[in-house]
């Protein structure tokens, strides 16, 4: 078993959980896993023909995916696989306030 | 490395001299870091949850020139984070505010204040006056253009984000580093990012980002340490735990790549897929306002009210609607009559447009939109309801 580490903004879509823990050989089939788990998540990782959507980071350990193998990288069982969405927030006003 | 800043260094008065004996003592800063420090200029974008605490401890350190770009008023419910402000400025300018604060802290320091919203029309020339931008904005539109705009003047962008008890930090924009389009090429459409009002944010957070930045700010005038370039710092204050992600410069980058297509400030707004105030007219249509529920809910009609806030809002404040957040309508829509009239609500009405649509393409016919929300119930129905 491996973690998927869930950021604050998507946690309502995985069941309010920060992490995900998931068997799998590669990353594509830890994040199929995941969103099979929690199929809310989907559209917030994937566009409709099924490619990762370009805001969503994928760490594996410290290292972006698309510096690897992207979704073909092999995972060892003590990996940790990170989902690091673009935050907006500085929260001084405006777009904060509605 | 080299400092960020170029100008001649300046002799420091006696009281200075001082005043920052602390730092003097330190070999890392000592009498030339502090005159490197006196003669920065560093543009902070916003005087809010981030921009407090940077602009505080940047003052006080005895950076010479600090630049404040910041359009908004006080209100009280910035109290419980932006702490340059206080409860009797509540109403005033952020800039008159934070200059005050700022100018009772160090009155050595030079102060310029930029009442103005940041924009592709002002940018290149604000940002060519300063040596370092720290980037303290809430709104991605913003977030791009002090990218770009830090891109192509050279300057570095010292750079913090918050969302709940999550931040993120990091420096982009150096020769040698990535940029913000380095780490994310595209903005998310507007919608499916839950925003700061769904999510709001753990008080001291901005406090804990604010610092770091204006520590990168103050490493990278002394041209001391390893700065954090080429990193992301991720934040987890519940937790208590940082980590440290890897970032690398995108050949391909748009911006700052080796060929790049923007070479000159676009529309930030229509790239991050905002386009104004404006809404569709069928929402308007569907809108009802809030004296008409109360003159209709006192007239005993059947009217169904949904409430689509989350239950920790439900507890601030209430008029009996039958709660579904947002997020869970889809599996519990079940629980609506589609033969009765439908009234949503949400805190301001956002949420409660988008619940309007979904009912109304999931086939309800007879759902309207409360406009304004229950702030605007509490504003002219009921006086006494909380307001958050």
Known sequence: MMKIHIPTPLRPYAGKQATVDVAAGTVGEALTQLVTQHPDLRRHLYTDDGRLRAFVNVYLNDE??????????????DDALSIVPSIAGGCHAQACSR | MPSAVEAALPVLSNDEILRYSRHLIMPEVGMEGQQKLKAAKVLCIGAGGLGSPLALYLAAAGVGTLGIVDFDVVDFTNLQRQIIHSTADVGRKKLDSAAEKLKAINPFLNIRKFETRLSSENALELFKEFDIIADGTDNFPTRYLVNDACVLTGKPNVYGSIFRFEGQASVFATKEGPCYRCLYPEPPPPGLVPSCAEGGVLGILPGLVGVMQATEVIKLILGKGE??????????????????????KNPDCPVCGTHPTITQLIDYNEFCGIRGEEKPVETLVAEVQVEELKRRLDAGEDLFVLDVREPHEYQICNINGYLIPLGDLPKRVHELDSSREIVA??????????????????????????????LAWADRVDPKMPKY
């Open chain 2, 345 to 374: 609500h949400c805190r301001s009405g956002v949420r409660s447009a988008k619940a309007v649509d979904f009912l109304r393409e999931a086939g309800f016919k007879k759902v309207h939109n409360l406009a304004g929300g229950i």
């Open chain 1, 64 to 77: 972006d995916i698309r510096y690897l193998q992207k979704e073909a990288t092999t995972l060892k069982p």
């Open chain 2, 227 to 248: 700065p954090l370039i080429g990193r992301l710092l991720l934040i987890d204050a519940l937790d208590m735990k940082f980590r440290e992600l890897k970032l690398r």
